[in-house]
């Protein structure tokens, strides 16, 4: 067994000349963030287990014109709380995973309002050897969202260790990638965003080898991304 625990907080204040645009280069921001999390480790000889509790606070005040805060101002304040576990052990079928998760996240802004959401998430996945040089994989992640509901993402991978050197290997997967709250409700001097947005979603494939001898490493990978609904500015 084994308790970690981190208290974290950093200031960051500093001028953004031309950052987010050419257009006025006297931009300013200050930025403070505060994080704090507490996990346990549980390793056995054919478990692991690792739970982790973390709350992650966020403010952000950003001017486009750094002594002038009335002519456009931005102040946003996060908060997400969030609980999280994962792990795996070993049977006779091969190593299954496993994980579940839940976040809040909660913000107060002068441009983007005040809103809330939560997300969770279970995951399982099975890793069987064929062999001492064929592994495969394959899993499946669920994702709950309060805004969009369930989504599924299954995902598939297979590995040959040709030599003691080389390894070569494929995968497939699907995911998706919700929109932040900046997509969704950012109104600025040029960019305005869309409240009708709703989750990109990608299949993913590559396929690819590896090499690593004497202390070099080398990979050569082909990777395809097909995107439906792609969230773009």
Do not use: C
């Not at 390894?167 to 965003?193: E, Q």
Request: aromatic letters at 16%; zero cysteines; glycine letters at 10%.
């Amino acid at each position: 067994n084994s308790i970690r625990g981190m208290i974290a907080y950093t200031d960051r204040t500093f001028g953004a000349n031309g950052f987010y645009t050419s257009s006025f280069p006297d931009q300013w921001e200050s930025i403070q963030t505060f994080l704090a999390s507490l996990s346990h480790t549980l390793n056995l000889s054919n478990f692991y287990l690792n739970t982790r509790a973390y709350y992650r606070k966020n403010v952000d005040e950003y001017r486009l014109r750094r002594n002038e805060p009335e002519f456009y101002q931005n102040n946003h304040q996060s908060d997400v709380y969030a609980l999280e576990a994962n792990g795996n052990f070993k049977t006779s079928l091969g190593t299954t995973g496993f994980g579940i998760e839940t976040r809040k996240e909660a913000l107060e802004s002068n441009n983007l309002g005040d809103r809330e959401r939560t997300l969770s998430g279970i995951f399982l996945e099975q890793l069987v050897n064929v062999g001492s040089k064929v592994d495969l994989r394959a899993g499946i992640y669920s994702n709950y969202n309060s805004g969009y509901g369930w989504k599924h993402f299954p995902g598939a991978e297979v590995g040959f260790q040709a030599s003691k050197d080389i390894r070569f290997y494929s995968g497939y997967g699907v995911s998706y990638r919700i929109p932040s709250f900046t997509d969704l409700y950012y109104v600025g001097p040029t960019n305005i965003g869309n409240d009708q947005l709703t989750p990109e979603q990608a299949q993913n494939f590559e396929v690819g080898a590896k090499w690593a001898k004497s202390g070099f490493r080398a990979e050569l990978v082909y990777f395809i991304r097909n995107t439906d609904d792609l969230i773009e500015w």
